[in-house]
């Protein structure tokens, strides 16, 4: 079943090792089909080299393996929660790439410092607070998406106008409307971790974010009605 | 028409990614006809392994579209003010290539720290001031490419000593004779940015430029009539 | 004689520079077979281009020639010690991986501090400390394998569970069941010191170690009976 | 003429862009014939893809072109110069590599700090000083060989035992008993200049050097009548 869907997260996932945001196997991307109510993620601890299309394995909203022979990825209740619970997501990507990760480990979130922040991201992508005891200890995949969720809402952060998140002493994970979309999130959100890094290096007294009007200029000049940026503008 | 043209700027466009100056589908390169009045650019948001000579757009000095399908880069008005303005410019290129995005988010010019620098930008690569709300609320992109004139003119730089500029909170633009001489300017541009990045940290209650007898030296050994650098010497 | 043994060595050997972990003829990986009590080690400094299986080099446990035409690897006698110390050792690997070896430089620990270091290396990559002039002196190599295992023993970490140190002034040595495993561990090493070293910089005053119990989780993730990572689980 | 040796200097030229130590057209390498009293130095600012061994030029020891249609490299002056000075010199590099010139425009010597750096230099990399604005405007090229040597007498350092040199404001120069042996030693000198910048950065309170004894013990593993390292030992 959901062939084509296979094949499009199986691209998503290969996409990450040649956009250098992996090491060995680690990341994982996943897509969901709404209507079937199921989605498709990588299988745990597989190298990139030998991942097919036919490995991906179909996952319920709820967590569990409709098909496939493979473990799926041990993030799979992670990605689970969040498609349950931000009903516009399409794709998600978790993956340890190496600028995003320092943030994550010093639980820093990436400041708008720029219009290349500014294009993608509506703000500061935010760090998900570090998990409890408990919460590690019981259903920590669960929990580390409903540290994400609390991390949006305590903050009113739009998850579809900020589509990524640092989870504290972990590393970064992105959405977008489908797995290449969240993709291209996790391509920007370590470029601009690295460019913002030396940034601060560079600044470290001054505050380094873009005034206000100039994130809404970059951000609805590529998203929204008015968006003038491409080919398939209005 | 202007299929010639179209190439140069084509392939001058397909350099960005070979020298590891773009992510995605950023950053733009154009090169002018000054006796047709126009000048050529890359459609904007195209992917560069889908891109060929004729997606080009001809673009008049004023910022029309003359020819061409796709639209052109929005940072068209920046090039088109440029080119107006500095009748000398027969190439322009934007990018945000990481190390000069840095800088531009710090705001800190990048400094005439060595011969690596001397060789060719006459001093240090000036930051065009943070646009007022105004500025970016109206014509946005109009108003970088005078924001950039401006950096020139009020400290009264040569835009053809010093071919490059840090737009803040945006990053660099490098123009030359021709779209590809702009793209040799910003591969040094990001090259002697990252390299003073690395000064600045290793010397930092130091004053790093070079003096100005060897900024002289080198850029002098390599432009100019005394110029003695490579093969088509006097 | 064990020409199985010879391809998987020559194979890890080669898996350095394909990783980025060498720089010219540096680096060298061993694999032990304990029932024959020999293990097989690169030649010294011969060039990974010109490297053959055939060329690998079979030493005893006790460090001396067995077969081969080749002066085996300088670092010969700090594997046979590591060997007949820790009994579960099956394949060791010495690079000068860049950011390891900043930290060995540094003579400070490769900290705990995210899940992408508690996945491998069950705490802190330790430092085995500086050498004396008569260490240096008398036998060198032999000398760094036992000021590798005192760094374990004084502080009573698990080789098996830590699988790498630091050698004050030198570099990382990493072990694991086989040579390939030791590799992934040397791989592993430096992405972690790379991102740690950012961590640090963007966090100076602060302890940027992960809390215990998360380092638990995600080591007991993929390690023991209960782990869950990957298709080989329980 | 001189046939063999110009595709030696080729091959060594050709072996800067391999090794990520050349921007563009940056850099060259130099070999001595000492019977026939010339050595083969690169052309000047030639692309690296269009060089070809026989554009070599064939320069005499007092720097005059002796065989050659196009300009030798512009630095052909200051290899000349070590070559009449320093009699034991085969072949000479000079490269704009990025962490060799960081150090280089700081003034900061690059430190013995590891045995990375011990097995190919014996103590730290001097900085020959800034020249004045006399040595500059006269017989520039000539005058940074002359500072090159100055930098090694007036603190007694033998220039084949500490093989290469930072140019203050300027960049790297290395050399050996050949061109490739010149070569492999500016690869050395960049990767300890980036690793020690790191741990300088990890440690900066603290004096890194390794002590005189491991220095010893490392570079005459490698070097001399009883060095141990590689195949051809005694």
Same mark, same amino acid.
């Given at each position: ?6 094949? +499009? ?10 956009? #250098? ?72 990507? @978790? ?39 408990? +919460? ?31 989870? #504290?002493? @972990? ?22 971790? +690295? ?38 503008? @209005?």
């Amino acid at each position: 079943m959901l062939e084509d869907l296979k094949k +499009e997260v199986y691209e998503a996932n290969m996409a990450l090792p040649a956009n #250098n945001l992996v090491t060995l196997t680690w990341g994982n991307v996943s897509q969901v089909d709404r209507e079937k109510g199921v989605f498709v993620i990588k299988p745990s601890g597989v190298d990139y080299n030998d991942l097919k299309p036919e490995d991906m394995v179909v996952v319920s909203l709820d967590g569990h393996v409709v098909e496939g022979n493979l473990n799926p990825s041990t993030d799979t209740p992670t990605h689970a929660f969040l498609y349950r619970h931000w009903t516009d997501l399409g794709g998600i990507v @978790h993956t340890h790439s190496k600028w995003a990760v320092a943030f994550a480990q010093a639980g820093i979130p990436v400041p708008a410092a720029g219009t290349t922040h500014a294009d993608t991201f509506y703000g500061d992508v935010p760090v998900a607070r570090r998990l409890t005891k408990n +919460e590690v200890d019981s259903e920590y995949e669960l929990n580390t998406g409903k540290s994400i969720v609390r991390a949006f809402e305590s903050e009113d952060i739009d998850p579809m106008a900020v589509p990524g998140v640092l989870t #504290n002493d @972990h590393g970064p994970f992105t959405w977008g409307k489908d797995a290449m979309d969240a993709v291209h999130n996790a391509i920007v959100l370590d470029v601009v971790a +690295e460019i913002d890094y030396h940034t601060m290096s560079l600044n470290p007294s001054q505050d380094i974010h873009v005034p206000q009007y100039l994130l809404d200029r970059h951000y609805y000049r590529k998203h929204g009605v008015n968006a003038y940026y491409g080919q398939n503008t @209005h």
